[in-house]
T-cell receptor, first 114, second 112 residues
Framework: GAGVSQSPRYKVAKRGQDVALRCDPI?????LFWYQQALGQGPEFLTY????????KSGLPSDRFFAERPEGSVSTLKIQRTQQEDSAVYLC????????????FGSGTQLSVL | DAKTTQPNSMESNEEEPVHLPCNHS???????IHWYRQLPSQGPEYVIH???SNVNNRMASLAIAEDRKSSTLILHRATLRDAAVYYC?????????????FGKGTKLTVNP
């Protein structure tokens, strides 16, 4: 596709449910980032992949959050046993090279945990 | 993390230039200055970035102070479509990954 695609666009989960959020980066992009954006705040870094390798997961808020990119293209962010504080927009971004020089963001997945 | 300071909000009139300021007094020699903007219900969009010299592209200009402790994003003729939150960001490398750390940004309102 022409841009970064994220699905689903909206997700409503009951507290305690597991969710999986998908990101299709721009084809050929080496770097992939996940960000979390709470209402009225700027995006906060979660994790970074260089191809299939997860080089930085320092921003993941707890061990309930898990991300993977097994073939170096599509990535999935999984949240286990969701809690209300997980409600946010989850943004995926990719860049062509091994740096954050120019990121292309998807429109995000808005997660609401009830 | 090197931090940036921006005004919470600014207003402009359509077809007038807009100067969005950013302070980054703790910037280090290798930190790039990036600007992104975010329209409602969309992900951030790249605007421009630079290291030391002023930069121009089709969207905007970036003026960087000589001591690099501040910068200004210049929109030469604001349109209604430029209404967005503008983020000034310093990238830094930690643990093998280069990160962009966003602040709260400046909400730009453009009046017709």
């Amino acid at each position: 596709g022409a841009g970064v695609s994220q699905s689903p666009r909206y997700k409503v989960a009951k507290r305690g449910q597991d969710v999986a959020l998908r990101c299709d980066p721009i084809s050929g992009h080496v770097s992939l980032f996940w960000y979390q954006q709470a209402l009225g705040q700027g995006p906060e870094f979660l994790t970074y992949f260089q191809n299939e390798a997860q080089l930085d997961k320092s921003g993941l808020p707890s061990d309930r959050f898990f991300a993977e990119r097994p073939e170096g293209s599509v990535s999935t962010l999984k949240i286990q046993r969701t809690q209300q504080e997980d409600s946010a927009v989850y943004l995926c971004a990719s860049s062509l090279r091994v740096n954050a020089e120019k990121l292309f963001f998807g429109s995000g997945t808005q997660l609401s945990v009830l | 993390d090197a931090k940036t300071t921006q005004p919470n909000s600014m207003e402009s009139n359509e077809e007038e230039p807009v100067h969005l300021p950013c302070n980054h007094s703790t910037i280090s020699g290798t930190d790039y200055i990036h600007w992104y903007r975010q329209l409602p219900s969309q992900g951030p969009e790249y605007v421009i970035h630079g290291l030391t010299s002023n930069v121009n592209n089709r969207m905007a200009s970036l003026a960087i102070a000589e001591d690099r402790k501040s910068s200004t994003l210049i929109l030469h003729r604001a349109t209604l479509r430029d209404a967005a939150v503008y983020y000034c960001i310093l990238s830094f490398t930690q643990g093998g990954s280069e990160k962009l750390v966003f602040g709260k940004g400046t909400k730009l309102t453009v009046n017709p």
